[in-house]
Structures are given as C-alpha cells and as structure tokens.
C-alpha cells in the first residue's frame, strides 16, 4: 500500500512562488500516475495537475497551466509542484495522489493528508 506525504505550503504574497512535495513510501512508486489536487473552502476538490510513470507526460488544469509545473524523482520516490506568479485564487489546501490503470481508467486511489497554501494580497 503506498502512502503519501506533502509538505511546502506556507502563507505567500500575490507573485511569490513555492515548491511542494510528496513523499511516497510503499508499492512501487514507478508504476504510479501523479497527481495535484486542490480544495478551497466550500469549494469541491479540483484536478490541478498529473504526470505519467516516466514523466514524459503532464497536463494542468488551465487555471495554473503555464505557472505551474509538475515534475518528478522516482529515485527518491517524490513529486513536486512548482508554484510561480501564485494568485489569491490558489489558496487551498494541495493534496498528492497516486493512481493506477484499472479497467482503462486511472483511478487515484491513494491520498496524502494534504499542505495549506495561502496567497494574500
């Protein structure tokens, strides 16, 4: 079973940027699509980014698409998410998520605990 753990959030100013990370422990990390997800207060849980198990392959939601960017290290079992020009619309709490091909679909079925991330003004 994989676990996941973020860390990097902190409160910034409106242009500033930051790095998280997700550490994996467990499974096999390779075999894993990754993904970033966010939730802001009364909001629902949105898709931000994923990247494929080689990395070759990335796609972002278009609110963070060209400011955002998503890599990985499966050496070191850990995803990251560049975070540049932050808006106050970015705050939320970012969660790490490891998926696998079931059926023909990814399904992410392991979650971090998430990281809060607050963009002032």
């Known amino acids: 079973q994989v676990q996941l753990v973020e860390s990097g959030g902190g409160l910034v100013q409106a242009g500033d940027s930051l790095r998280l990370s997700c550490v994996a422990s467990?499974?096999?990390?390779?075999?894993?699509?990754m993904g970033w997800f966010r939730q802001a207060p009364g909001k629902e849980r949105e898709f931000v980014a994923y990247?494929?198990?080689?990395?070759?392959?990335?796609d972002y939601a278009d609110s963070v698409k060209g400011r955002f960017t998503i890599s990985r290290d499966n050496a070191k079992k850990t995803v990251y998410l560049q975070m540049n020009s932050l808006k106050p619309e970015d705050t939320a709490v970012y969660y790490c998520?490891?998926?696998?091909?079931?059926?023909?679909?990814?399904?992410?079925?392991?979650w971090g605990q998430g990281t809060q991330v607050t963009v002032s003004s």
């Open positions: 467990g499974g096999t990390f390779s075999w894993y699509r």
């Open positions: 990247i494929s198990w080689g990395g070759g392959t990335t």
């Open positions: 998520a490891a998926a696998i091909l079931k059926g023909g679909a990814y399904k992410y079925d392991y």
